[in-house]
């Protein structure tokens, strides 16, 4: 009988799916710890209490999951299917027992074993199936597919180790494999009828009759079951591997073939299972009852794999494997960054894909016939617009996006500065030929999970004043505040939320760092990928310049100092050597001046290590101030600068991005600008080449400081010089800190200001989160619903 060592309460084993009391739910927690015995029976501690806890919940799931998929089966709607290569789930025993309406219960149910849900909830680690923003987002739109009843799926890899464990080390970030399966996850339902061949390498031929015949090796057919167990547990073992090899280069290619071939067999056999007159060969449906979203560029195979299966497994023509192809695929871009838009090796294409890269060299002949011939005004934009590049004949490559944008009906991108980027810069070309086939769908992210759950000191407060908790799933409610947004009653439950929450994270950074902070200074919070273009660097500057300043001030002049928290998190990717640089140089920093008693009382610096959704749960709430700071007309959206904005925090950030359109909505008083506009930058760069740019003072300052050695003795000059216009290590300041960085620490100084005045701050807050209604991806999701996919609600009874 499971039960918390010395407790004197036994609950009796019930096997209740789908229990709903408090004490039935208890009986079937009890259940799964006794029948499903993944411990020994003598102890049941909080790791034993969650997993049995979760396989209780996991009760409700597969019952509603079944359902579903049983109506779908009936009413046969269309259905849209997201390919992503990353879902950043998070934690999801809190997320479920919240959405499933009872969290009261289960609470209440492990109390009958002495633990509180909370405690057992943390025994949950993250699902390591995802690194960064576009791998939230998927899980945000997952999780507003579901409650908006819409008939979606998402497919992506299970990842044996995802990325890597960020470790923190003296010598900077260390990379471990992740752990989060070194048990098991008791989310995992596996369909082991659900099978499906993919195949690789191999040759082509044809027939004397014309007809096609297929030598493709069969991935399964193998000598040694040894070997075979060894190439498949390769293919999903970790998130982009290395491609800096020609065994790189291969996985990274099985992953994203290995991802579109399974799912889109088994799309096509969820097709042909709802309709029996389908399986002879009724394939004119198919576009009406299946819609397929590429995340990014990652899934672009699924487009000649979906032309291969139409042509050689069902034996359709060209034109109508076309047709269907090209009104069943739609495209999300993701970046402007040249280096981020894949493009694969012609030769290792043909090497492992020679029937797909048959197939893609036809899709790229007929683009360019259809140029030459319906827009000869563009013949001389060919070249830049073909999916075949091979101007450079010793590699010649296929280019992912462009390939994505030839063969999609509707290419969207992910905010408005950034889709008008799109049809302005990257794409003009092709919307010269498809004006209708661009368009633009703000990111949102899931109220749920980023107010609900994560901050429900903050989200009581909005339900009490709002006489509603139906702003969970209508967020445009939130509005509802902006009239209250003066009252000092509000102020006095916000203030006091919001210090509960810094309370929560100050006690999470001293465990994971050993530092102490103080949470009545500023929390001043920038987590994201490290990355040269989302510059933590101009942050950490602005810290170093901080740091020097009040130096140089007497105690007097310190007393009027506004104290602050910087915090930064993220990982660095682990050949990227400049960011790896620039975590090195966050916590090196950190460790001078959190060290330093004349200036620790009015300025901390911490690196938040192994940042991931449990982490951004706890900083997200607690921050007051968050660094949106890329250079505008880099980042595409950005989602995390709409969860920290939902939370009543306070952003300071360039236009770029989704800050834009949040600036709109939360009123410009309410948001600190800085930096270059997005039309500027290309001029500005191009002055820095020309030598017209002269730094300002204060930025040569903040660097000649770290050039001294006053934070130790490691060789910071390869990231310094790729700050100068003539760099032998970067690209001449293509990020533009210098040029920034003055109107960035000016931005500071009003935030400073601003922070002194309680009653002004706390309404700023107040109108953020008032402001937020737009950024919810139940909005987003609803439109492409309703533009790009054509699906429409198809909820169980």
């Not at 036809?362 to 140029?371: A, G, S, T």
């Not at 999970?449 to 009581?460: A, D, G, H, Q």
């Not at 960035?744 to 989160?769: C, P």
Request: charged residues 25%; hydrophobic residues 40%; neutral net charge.
């Amino acid at each position: 009988m499971p039960e918390k060592c010395g407790a004197a309460e036994k609950v009796k084993p019930a096997a209740s799916p789908a229990a709903e009391k408090p004490s039935d739910i208890a009986g079937n927690i009890s259940y799964h710890a006794q029948y499903n015995p993944h411990f020994s029976p003598l102890a049941f501690g909080p790791e034993e209490a969650f997993y049995a806890t979760a396989e209780s919940v996991r009760d409700h799931l597969i019952q509603r999951w079944n359902d579903t998929y049983l109506h779908f089966h009936k009413t046969d709607p269309k259905q849209t299917y997201y390919l992503s290569m990353e879902y950043l789930q998070g934690r999801a025993l809190t997320n479920a027992v919240g959405n499933l309406g009872i969290t009261g219960a289960y609470a209440e149910a492990v109390k009958k074993f002495g633990y509180e849900l909370e405690a057992i909830a943390g025994q949950e680690k993250d699902a390591a199936l995802g690194n960064g923003g576009l791998g939230r987002l998927a899980s945000c739109f997952l999780d507003s597919m579901a409650t908006l009843n819409l008939p979606a799926w998402g497919y992506g890899l299970r990842y044996r180790y995802g990325l890597f464990k960020q470790h923190i080390a003296k010598e900077g970030q260390e990379e471990y494999a992740e752990d989060w399966l070194d048990k098991f996850s008791p989310w995992e339902i596996p369909r082991h009828d659900v099978v499906f061949p993919v195949r690789f390498f191999g040759h082509v031929e044809i027939l004397p009759d014309g007809s096609l015949k297929k030598r493709i090796t069969f991935l399964l057919n193998l000598d040694y079951h040894s070997k075979l167990l060894v190439l498949t547990s390769m293919i999903c073992a970790v998130l982009y591997p290395g491609d800096a090899t020609e065994e790189g280069k291969l996985l990274r290619l099985k992953q994203q073939f290995f991802l579109c071939s399974a799912s889109l067999q088994d799309m096509i056999a969820r097709f042909k299972e709802r309709k029996a007159d389908r399986v002879s060969g009724n394939w004119s449906e198919f576009p009406t009852k299946v819609a397929v979203q590429l995340n990014d560029t990652h899934p672009t195979l699924a487009i000649p794999e979906l032309m291969r299966l139409l042509m050689d497994e069902e034996g359709l023509g060209w034109d109508e494997a076309w047709d269907i192809t090209y009104r069943t695929v739609s495209y999300t871009n993701h970046t402007v960054l040249p280096e981020a838009l894949e493009k694969w090796s012609q030769v290792v294409m043909m090497k492992l894909l020679p029937r797909h890269m048959e197939i893609i060299e036809e899709i790229d002949k007929r683009f360019r016939e259809l140029v030459i011939s319906k827009h000869k005004e563009m013949e001389g934009k060919i070249d830049s617009m073909k999916v075949l590049d091979s101007s450079n004949p010793q590699k010649p490559v296929v280019r992912m996006a462009n390939l994505c944008v030839v063969s999609s009906h509707t290419v969207n991108g992910v905010a408005e500065l950034h889709s008008n980027i799109l049809k302005q810069e990257l794409f003009a070309d092709y919307v010269s030929i498809w004006p209708t086939k661009f368009q633009n769908k703000t990111n949102g992210i899931t109220p749920r999970r980023w107010l609900k759950f994560c901050n429900p000191e903050l989200s009581e407060i909005v339900t009490k004043w709002l006489k509603t908790d139906q702003w969970t799933s209508n967020l445009d409610l939130l509005t509802g505040l902006r009239k209250f947004a003066d009252d000092e009653k509000l102020h006095a439950e916000w203030a006091a939320a919001k210090l509960a929450c810094k309370k929560r994270l100050a006690k999470h950074v001293l465990d994971v760092t050993g530092v102490t902070i103080d949470p009545t200074s500023l929390f001043d919070i920038q987590i994201k990928r490290i990355h040269e273009y989302k510059r933590q660097l101009l942050n950490i500057l602005g810290a170093v310049y901080r740091y020097k300043k009040l130096k140089e001030m007497s105690a007097e002049e310190k007393q009027k100092v506004t104290p602050r928290t910087i915090m930064v998190g993220g990982k660095a990717f682990a050949t990227y050597t400049n960011a790896k640089r620039i975590v090195k140089l966050v916590n090196d920093v950190g460790a001078v001046v959190n060290n330093d008693p004349e200036v620790n009382k009015y300025l901390k610096v911490v690196f938040i290590p192994n940042y991931n959704v449990s982490v951004a749960e706890v900083l997200i709430p607690g921050s007051e101030l968050s660094q949106h700071i890329s250079t505008a007309g880099m980042e595409a959206s950005g989602t995390s600068n709409m969860k920290f904005s939902l939370n009543g925090c306070v952003i300071i950030g360039t236009l770029d991005g989704a800050n834009v359109e949040i600036r709109e909505e939360v009123g410009e008083d309410n948001f600190f600008l800085f930096g270059a506009k997005a039309d500027q930058v290309a001029g500005l760069r191009k002055d820095r080449e020309n030598g017209l740019f002269k730094p300002d003072p204060r930025f040569e300052e903040a660097k000649q400081l770290i050039r001294s050695g006053a934070f130790g003795s490691y060789d910071y000059e390869p990231l310094l010089d790729s700050l100068e216009g003539n760099s032998g290590f970067g690209r001449g300041d293509y990020f533009l800190v210098g040029y920034d960085f003055p109107s960035y620490i000016d931005a500071q100084d009003r935030v400073d200001a601003a922070y002194k005045d309680k009653k002004k701050w706390t309404k700023m807050s107040i109108l953020n989160t008032a402001g937020s209604g737009k950024f919810s991806s139940d909005r987003t999701i609803a439109q492409y619903a309703k533009e790009i996919w054509d699906i429409k609600a198809s909820p169980v009874a």
